[in-house]
């Protein structure tokens, strides 16, 4: 099936809650998405450190667009984070790398890193796969 990466990005730009939290898709491919989130004071909690919310955010946020870049809709049916060292400033890195992909399940990595590329946590998702086209049938019209 052929389809538009670039229509892809385009409904992926107007994810509302991404918007609203900050998240930026940078890139994407085939099964491979990446995006960033420049910390502000909004994404810190009471102790200073970046809430995990916003972290679970951008790794479901980039995991989605992976899932959904082949041109079919993907949503999430399970995740998991672990998170493994605490942020506090800079930008923050989610790079999702699709690892196996059947007709309805696909299964992902993300992983999100700070500046300095040191590994701040792990997100693994399983995406059930729909008959249904993505970006949606008259999405930009």
Not at 19 to 26: I, K, Q
Not at 115 to 132: M, V
Request: proline share 2%.
């Amino acid at each position: 099936m052929s389809h538009d990466l670039e229509a892809v990005r385009a409904c992926f730009g107007n994810d509302r809650f991404a918007m609203t939290s900050g998240a930026e898709l940078v890139e994407l491919r085939l099964g491979y998405a990446k995006a960033r989130l420049n910390i502000e004071d909004r994404h810190l909690n009471s102790v200073g450190l970046v809430q995990g919310g916003a972290i679970f955010t951008l790794a479901d946020f980039t995991f989605a667009a992976a899932c959904n870049s082949a041109g079919r809709v993907a949503v999430a049916i399970s995740t998991n984070l672990s998170f493994l060292k605490a942020a506090r400033s800079g930008v923050l890195w989610a790079e999702a790398v699709e690892l196996s992909r059947t007709k309805r399940i696909a299964t992902c990595t993300v992983r999100i890193t700070d500046d300095a590329g040191e590994l701040l946590a792990l997100f693994q998702g399983t995406a059930y796969i729909k008959d249904a086209p993505f970006p949606p049938e008259g999405f930009g019209e």
